[in-house]
T-cell receptor
């Protein structure tokens, strides 16, 4: 099983700052990595699929990069609605998926 | 849009059937997926099913206990859960998965669009 490890566990930043979240895979997942945002009491929202493709209606300030085992989600200038928990997910062995443990992005 | 239903409180060893009603897209062109989230925990993929129902896959922890199915006429996805255990307690979400058209596969992400349904396994 491919294990995804996210870092840091918690990130405390202020609106307007740049956020960088990391996801590392235990073996190569090629470019088959997605990112989700989840707010309390809500379903996860797809942000990025296949490493760098923004999902529908996702703003340009949110971007993804990486390949193989190391991936990054970058939010160039944080807005209040960007806070929440972020998960990475791999589909290297689709149709099965695994998720990372999550990174909490909180307001400083 | 995806609307889940069927959750509730059930005793260990019991059964429950979840449903997911789809609208706003061509249901029979997509694989469909169930994912779950235990209280205070992260996300876990549970199962998915091919657009015509001919292929299914499950996470190891539910194999032999859960069964995924679909009805393309009713545009609905189902999850039959048997021999439920306390560690099956979670919010269950359905999601739109891989698109298939003309024999070709198109991936736009696993899109979780529903609000989820809560399953609690407890005596």
């Amino acid at each position: 099983e491919i294990v995804l490890t996210q870092s840091p566990d918690t990130l405390s930043l202020s609106p307007g700052e740049r956020a960088t979240l990391s996801c590392r895979a235990s073996q190569s997942v090629s470019g088959y990595l997605a990112w989700y945002q989840q707010k309390p009491g809500q379903a996860p929202r797809l942000l990025i699929y296949d490493a760098s493709n923004r999902a529908t209606d996702i703003p340009a300030r949110i971007s993804g990069s990486g390949s193989g085992t190391d991936f990054t989600l970058t939010i160039s200038s944080l807005e209040p609605e960007d806070f929440g928990v972020y998960y990475c997910q791999q589909r290297r062995n689709w149709p099965s998926y695994t998720f990372g443990q999550g990174t909490k992005l909180e307001i400083k | 849009q995806l609307v889940e239903s069927g959750g509730g409180l059930v005793q260990p060893g019991g059964s429950l059937r979840l449903s997911c009603a789809a609208s706003g897209f061509t249901f029979n062109n997509y694989w469909m997926t169930w994912v779950r989230q235990a209280p205070g925990k992260g996300l876990e993929w549970v199962a998915n099913i091919k657009q015509d129902g001919s292929e299914k896959d499950y996470v190891d922890s539910v194999k032999g206990r859960f069964s995924i199915s679909r009805d393309n006429v009713k545009k609905s996805l189902y999850l039959q859960m048997n021999s439920l255990r306390a560690d099956d307690t979670a919010v269950y979400y359905c999601a739109r998965d891989m698109a298939v058209a003309g024999g070709s596969y198109y991936y736009y992400g696993m899109d979780v669009r529903g609000q989820g349904t809560t399953v609690t396994v407890s005596s």
